[in-house]
């Protein structure tokens, strides 16, 4: 698989990324290997196998439908990086 | 002080009963620190409360693995990003050691967000292995096997997500525990990938993770994926001896990449433990190979989707002077993640793409399956399955950091367990290179009973877990 400029661009672009000039290539070179490597995949029989996303094929709980005491509003305060009245900053995303 | 060097947990409580035995551990951990830099943060020292603590464990000192929540303790799980994370809750695994009495001396230095086999990716430096300083631990708990390698604590906490327990103690010489998926808590464990990730211990005797895992065991209403069963008595199920158990022997774990030493080292540990009564049994696991294939789709794809919590707007990494939302969330992530965590997610992201789903990222899921059911057919007629644990001994720091994908192969040998949520233990059975090599034993889910009975029975028939490193002055001191 063939991972060109474009192709990184939109990765990063999806994952949120920003890449420098200086890791492009090495990051370029680095996925590409690694889908090489797990192309081994592709020459499996997994007709009817159904894909397994939890190890015992279990469902998650639900959690009762309770009120319990969850306002962590005071600790989570401290460990924002930037938050005024009780709300996080963010730059303005509106004009 | 030497007296408690590399003793086991027994000993440590004796031990407590007339000395401050936590400040030993913290000053032997501060002497070896600028050997093994095995610790991110040093705990601020036990209070006077410490001494007089209850349970289990009580007064034993241990360390944590950075990507357990210690509230009020910074945790970084290695990374820029949460250099200066101080959560504001304990994991239950955190917890459950606390309510046992022991004392979290510090954090342990891991790969960044557990991605890694070798520890040189973390943010606060590699470990050197106390067994030859130029040489890697292994990771990602790469810091909790080297403090208990080096004799510093008697047990560390650590996480197993592809091997990154087992691994570890395998090249340091340690005794390394991974429970079933669902066994332990995930808790307030920072996530690498949720269905693969499980908690584990690291100590030199397979008794003392028994004792650790009896009091970190157990339901957690707070982990969805934790799963309600009976308890069990782990250190009583160490006595059971191992008259009649199947060891299944699969070729498929000698591969061609396994060196002959290492192979020849773990035959000769099994032909002790068929001496003690056990029947080596030969089995197949002819999907083994595809392993790390599977692996290194699922486990980069579930990475991309937890580590995107990590926005430099509620906790972690901020960028400065952003212009607009997305340039935060960009320049956050990309100051905040080292290289190998990049690719992962770059990798992840492609196969949790349009157009390459279905190729990769289902075909993996269903390859997984397989995988699992080579296990479950293979469980069948054995209780264990066993062979080696790596490939080859610990490289040289620096060695394998231009090639990345010669580490991901050298997972051969745990990947598969961790994708069917199995229990397994390395232990250390010789020595290649002057440099420990650590034997594997499986068990099937919940097994982890005959895997101690197993894995101590060996160990009382010999000393490899016993044998110490002869560390530099400065760890002696």
Same mark, same amino acid.
């Not at chain 1, 639900?62 to 962590?72: E, F, G, N, Q």
């Not at chain 1, 005071?74 to 303005?92: H, R």
């Not at chain 2, 979290?104 to 430096?125: H, L, T, V, W, Y």
């Given at each position: 698989?063939?991972?060109?400029?474009?192709?990184?661009?939109?990765?990063?672009?999806?994952?949120?990324?920003?890449?420098?000039?200086?890791?492009? @290539?090495?990051?370029?070179?680095?996925?590409?290997?690694?889908?090489?490597?797990?192309?081994?995949?592709?020459?499996?029989?997994?007709?009817?196998?159904?894909?397994?996303?939890?190890?015992?094929?279990?469902?998650?709980?639900?959690?009762?439908?309770?009120?319990?005491?969850?306002?962590?509003?005071?600790?989570? @305060?401290?460990?924002?990086?930037?938050?005024?009245?009780?709300?996080?900053?963010?730059?303005?995303?509106? @004009? | 002080?030497?007296?408690?060097?590399?003793?086991?947990?027994?000993?440590?409580?004796?031990?407590?009963?007339?000395?401050?035995?936590?400040?030993? /551990?913290?000053?032997?951990?501060?002497?070896?620190?600028?050997?093994?830099?095995?610790?991110?943060?040093?705990?601020?020292?036990?209070?006077?409360?410490?001494?007089?603590?209850?349970?289990?464990?009580?007064?034993?000192?241990?360390?944590?693995?950075?990507?357990?929540?210690?509230?009020?303790?910074?945790?970084?799980?290695?990374?820029?990003?949460?250099?200066?994370?101080?959560?504001?809750?304990?994991?239950?695994?955190?917890?459950?050691?606390?309510?046992?009495?022991?004392?979290?001396?510090?954090?342990?230095?891991?790969?960044?967000?557990?991605?890694?086999?070798?520890?040189?990716?973390?943010?606060?430096?590699?470990?050197?292995?106390?067994?030859?300083?130029?040489?890697?631990?292994?990771?990602?708990?790469?810091?909790?096997?080297?403090?208990?390698?080096?004799?510093?604590?008697?047990?560390?906490?650590?996480?197993?997500?592809?091997?990154?327990?087992?691994?570890?103690?395998?090249?340091?010489?340690?005794?390394?525990?991974?429970?079933?998926?669902?066994?332990?808590?995930?808790?307030?464990?920072?996530?690498?990938?949720?269905?693969?990730?499980?908690?584990?211990?690291?100590?030199?005797?397979?008794?003392?993770?028994?004792?650790?895992?009896?009091?970190?065991?157990?339901?957690?209403?707070?982990?969805?994926?934790?799963?309600?069963?009976?308890?069990?008595?782990?250190?009583? /199920?160490?006595?059971?001896?191992?008259?009649?158990?199947?060891?299944?022997?699969?070729?498929?774990?000698?591969? /061609?990449?396994?060196?002959?030493?290492?192979?020849?080292?773990?035959?000769?540990?099994?032909?002790?433990?068929?001496?003690?009564?056990?029947?080596?049994?030969?089995?197949?696991?002819?999907?083994?190979?595809?392993?790390?294939?599977?692996?290194?789709?699922?486990?980069?794809?579930?990475?991309?989707?937890?580590?995107?919590?990590?926005?430099?707007?509620?906790?972690?990494?901020?960028?400065?002077?952003?212009?607009?939302?997305?340039?935060?969330?960009?320049?956050?992530?990309?100051?905040?993640?080292?290289?190998?965590?990049?690719?992962?997610?770059?990798?992840?992201?492609?196969?949790?793409?349009?157009?390459?789903?279905?190729?990769?990222?289902?075909?993996?899921?269903?390859?997984?399956?397989?995988?699992?059911?080579?296990?479950?057919?293979?469980?069948?007629?054995?209780?264990?399955?066993?062979?080696?644990?790596?490939?080859?001994?610990?490289?040289?720091?620096?060695?394998?950091?231009?090639?990345?994908?010669?580490?991901?192969?050298?997972?051969?040998?745990?990947?598969?367990?961790?994708?069917?949520?199995?229990?397994?233990?390395?232990?250390?059975?010789?020595?290649?290179?002057?440099?420990?090599?650590?034997?594997?034993?499986?068990?099937?889910?919940?097994?982890?009973?005959?895997?101690?009975?197993?894995?101590?029975?060996?160990?009382?028939?010999?000393?490899?877990?016993?044998?110490?490193?002869?560390?530099?002055?400065?760890?002696?001191?």
């Amino acid at each position: 698989m063939h991972i060109d400029n474009a192709g990184l661009d939109r990765l990063a672009r999806l994952a949120r990324l920003g890449l420098d000039d200086g890791e492009r @290539e090495r990051l370029m070179a680095g996925i590409e290997s690694v889908l090489d490597m797990v192309s081994a995949l592709r020459n499996v029989d997994v007709n009817a196998v159904l894909p397994m996303a939890h190890p015992h094929d279990a469902q998650l709980r639900l959690r009762a439908d309770a009120v319990d005491d969850c306002d962590r509003q005071a600790a989570l @305060e401290q460990i924002a990086p930037q938050m005024q009245s009780g709300l996080y900053l963010v730059p303005k995303v509106i @004009e | 002080m030497s007296g408690l060097r590399f003793a086991d947990i027994a000993a440590w409580r004796a031990a407590a009963a007339d000395q401050d035995v936590v400040a030993v /551990a913290r000053t032997m951990a501060e002497a070896a620190q600028p050997d093994l830099n095995a610790l991110i943060s040093l705990a601020p020292a036990a209070d006077a409360a410490a001494a007089t603590r209850t349970g289990a464990l009580a007064g034993i000192p241990f360390a944590h693995k950075d990507l357990f929540c210690t509230g009020g303790l910074r945790t970084t799980a290695g990374s820029r990003m949460l250099a200066d994370f101080v959560p504001p809750y304990d994991a239950t695994v955190a917890v459950r050691l606390d309510q046992a009495g022991a004392i979290c001396i510090g954090k342990a230095n891991m790969d960044e967000f557990a991605m890694g086999s070798s520890n040189e990716n973390s943010a606060f430096g590699a470990v050197r292995n106390p067994w030859d300083l130029t040489r890697v631990p292994g990771g990602s708990s790469g810091g909790s096997a080297a403090l208990v390698a080096a004799g510093i604590v008697p047990f560390a906490t650590g996480s197993d997500t592809g091997g990154s327990v087992r691994q570890p103690a395998a090249f340091c010489g340690v005794t390394g525990f991974k429970p079933s998926y669902g066994r332990v808590s995930r808790y307030g464990m920072i996530a690498f990938a949720s269905s693969l990730d499980q908690a584990g211990v690291i100590a030199r005797h397979a008794r003392d993770c028994a004792e650790v895992l009896d009091c970190l065991a157990g339901f957690d209403p707070r982990d969805a994926t934790s799963v309600e069963r009976p308890a069990e008595h782990f250190v009583g /199920a160490c006595d059971r001896g191992v008259q009649g158990l199947r060891i299944g022997v699969a070729r498929q774990l000698y591969s /061609a990449g396994v060196r002959s030493e290492i192979a020849d080292c773990t035959r000769a540990a099994l032909s002790e433990l068929e001496r003690a009564g056990a029947v080596l049994v030969d089995i197949e696991l002819p999907r083994l190979e595809l392993s790390v294939s599977a692996y290194y789709v699922i486990a980069p794809a579930e990475a991309s989707s937890n580590l995107a919590r990590y926005d430099g707007v509620r906790y972690g990494h901020r960028a400065e002077s952003a212009r607009d939302l997305n340039e935060l969330y960009s320049r956050s992530r990309s100051e905040g993640f080292g290289n190998e965590v990049k690719r992962r997610i770059l990798v992840g992201t492609f196969v949790l793409s349009a157009g390459y789903y279905d190729a990769y990222y289902l075909r993996a899921q269903q390859v997984r399956r397989l995988i699992a059911e080579d296990f479950a057919r293979a469980f069948s007629g054995v209780d264990v399955i066993a062979g080696p644990t790596t490939p080859d001994v610990a490289f040289g720091i620096g060695e394998k950091a231009d090639d990345p994908l010669a580490m991901y192969a050298a997972d051969i040998n745990t990947v598969a367990v961790n994708l069917a949520g199995l229990p397994a233990i390395s232990l250390p059975c010789g020595f290649v290179d002057a440099m420990p090599v650590g034997l594997q034993l499986i068990g099937p889910a919940w097994g982890e009973s005959q895997l101690f009975a197993a894995a101590h029975a060996y160990q009382q028939l010999s000393d490899w877990h016993q044998r110490t490193p002869s560390l530099t002055a400065g760890a002696q001191s």
